[in-house]
């Protein structure tokens, strides 16, 4: 068995306030302790709406920031890891990023591949980014929001080893939630998703988020669903060794079985 105990911190970030942000997410560590891991949103740090590159920059963080300093001794100190969606600055391009820091060390950080609608006028997508961590001898992989709904993603991920996926989200369509049944399925993985709620208006612009963070066995099974307006912590302990059984029949091995041959790329 390879157990772990992972927290959907689904909340409501401030807008452009990476300090009461930062704040809020250990007061909410704090007050659900016993998870291994914290999963929160997509850009929990800095909120999602940007209405200019002026806005991105402001909240953007570099590898070097002392946030991450912070976020890695907290997490040091009690022995856990924090998954989360960021800005992020690259030498002056801007990526919608996510990283997996845990117990003081920066295991990974992933940077959006496909990017949603007005995303594309702030950041830059990412190439080749697909990659599997290590953590308590489980491989876990990481895709954003909008990502879900290319098939490749969560395939490329398996492919590579995970035995979860972890996915901070902003989702304002009604589709994802349904389809994280399907995509854990055919991939025969846990997939954790972890959205945001409430509203966010800057200027002309608001988005409703849609909330219900949820956990997906490999058989399709939600092993839970959180509320789709109301701010909620909860912890969920799994087996990731489930993951590692890839056969749907006695003759059929859902890796094994692939035909990349006869597959248009």
Not at 46 to 74: C, H, M, P, Q
Not at 221 to 228: C, F, G, Y
Request: a positive charge; aromatic letters at 12%.
């Amino acid at each position: 068995m390879k157990e772990v105990k992972i927290a959907l911190v689904q909340f409501k970030p401030n807008h452009l306030n990476i300090e009461k942000n930062l704040e809020r997410s250990f007061d909410l560590i704090e007050q659900n302790q016993g998870a291994d891991i914290y999963l929160f949103p997509e850009l929990y740090l800095s909120g999602y709406l940007f209405t200019s590159i002026e806005e991105v920059k402001k909240v953007a963080l570099r590898s070097d920031n002392i946030v991450f300093d912070t976020i890695k001794k907290y997490t040091k100190d009690k022995k856990i890891a924090i998954i989360g969606g960021y800005a992020e600055d690259e030498s002056g391009r801007f990526f919608n990023s996510a990283f997996f820091i845990a117990e003081g060390e920066f295991l990974l950080n992933y940077r959006k591949v496909h990017l949603f609608n007005e995303e594309k006028l702030f950041f830059s997508p990412s190439f080749n980014d697909y990659k599997v961590t290590k953590y308590r001898d489980i491989n876990f992989g990481i895709m954003i929001c909008f990502d879900w709904i290319f098939p490749e993603a969560a395939r490329t991920l398996t492919l590579k080893g995970a035995n979860i996926i972890l996915h901070p989200s902003n989702l304002v369509l009604p589709y994802c939630q349904d389809a994280m049944i399907t995509r854990a399925l055919e991939n025969r993985v846990f997939i954790a998703t972890c959205n945001r709620v409430g509203t966010e208006k800057v200027g002309k612009k608001k988005l409703a988020f849609t909330g219900k963070s949820q956990i997906v066995d490999p058989s399709g099974k939600r092993l839970i669903q959180l509320p789709s307006s109301k701010e909620t912590v909860k912890i969920v302990k799994i087996d990731a060794s489930l993951s590692e059984n890839k056969n749907i029949t006695n003759l059929n091995n859902l890796l094994q079985d692939r035909r990349p041959d006869q597959y248009i790329m």
